[in-house]
T-cell receptor, first 112, second 111 residues
Framework: QKEVEQNSGPLSVPEGAIASLNCTYS??????FFWYRQYSGKSPELIMS????GDKEDGRFTAQLNKASQYVSLLIRDSQPSDSATYLCAVIGSSNTGKLIFGQGTTLQVKP | DAGITQSPRHKVTETGTPVTLRCHQTENHRYMYWYRQDPGHGLRLIHYSYGVKDTDKGEVSDGYSVSRSKTEDFLLTLESATSSQTSVYFCAISDTLTEAFFGQGTRLTVV
């Protein structure tokens, strides 16, 4: 079982719709959760971090964390063609050594 | 942009030869990581470091070794390159573990 799992997609949504990306993790005592965005041919960049159960909103992005279900999600409201990218879920596990594990990424396509 | 530089940016090497990739940072960040990225696999952790001379294995460490003798440099060595190690390699750094910053990537081709 992979430590962090995502549906690789592609996920296709029309412009203006809500895109929902999901991630599960295996280490029950993980404390830190991240969403990175990667455009084709570029390096990943952080868009959201979340550390406690519930929702965290930043502009059009909302991260949701449910530690009981070991589940993290990212909602993108009013999706734009510029949001088309690969979204990577990442988790820092229980060790205090900073081990940062990524999922396989979900490719999002926003169609005009 | 975080001061992180990977070298070389592109390399073609022959099967069986040793290869060293360098990650250099000017941010004095404690944590450094090496990932490989292949289609359909996202970023897979090879090795990481949580301080000078403190390193640990990641998910796909077989065939790779690392060295961190000073804060700013994290070296990834392929002792005997194989075609399965053809990939894009990313280095990342982090200070407080609230965000990781990535280098530009190194495209390695083993022929």
């Amino acid at each position: 079982q992979k430590e962090v799992e995502q549906n690789s997609g592609p996920l296709s949504v029309p412009e203006g719709a809500i895109a929902s990306l999901n991630c599960t993790y295996s280490d029950r005592v993980s404390q830190s959760f991240f969403w990175y965005r990667q455009y084709s041919g570029k390096s990943p960049e952080l868009i959201m971090s979340i550390y406690s159960n519930g929702d965290k909103e930043d502009g059009r992005f909302t991260a949701q964390l449910n530690k009981a279900s070991q589940y993290v999600s990212l909602l993108i409201r009013d999706s734009q063609p510029s949001d088309s990218a690969t979204y990577l879920c990442a988790v820092i596990g229980s060790s205090n050594t900073g081990k940062l594990i990524f999922g396989q990424g979900t490719t999002l396509q926003v169609k005009p | 942009d975080a001061g992180i530089t990977q070298s070389p940016r592109h390399k073609v090497t022959e099967t069986g030869t040793p290869v060293t990739l360098r990650c250099h940072q000017t941010e004095n960040h404690r944590y450094m990581y090496w990932y490989r990225q292949d289609p359909g696999h996202g970023l897979r952790l090879i090795h990481y470091s949580y301080g000078v001379k403190d390193t640990d294995k990641g998910e796909v460490s077989d065939g790779y070794s690392v060295s961190r003798s000073k804060t700013e440099d994290f070296l990834l060595t392929l002792e005997s390159a194989t075609s399965s190690q053809t990939s894009v390699y990313f280095c990342a750094i982090s200070d407080t573990l609230t965000e990781a910053f990535f280098g530009q990537g190194t495209r390695l081709t083993v022929v």
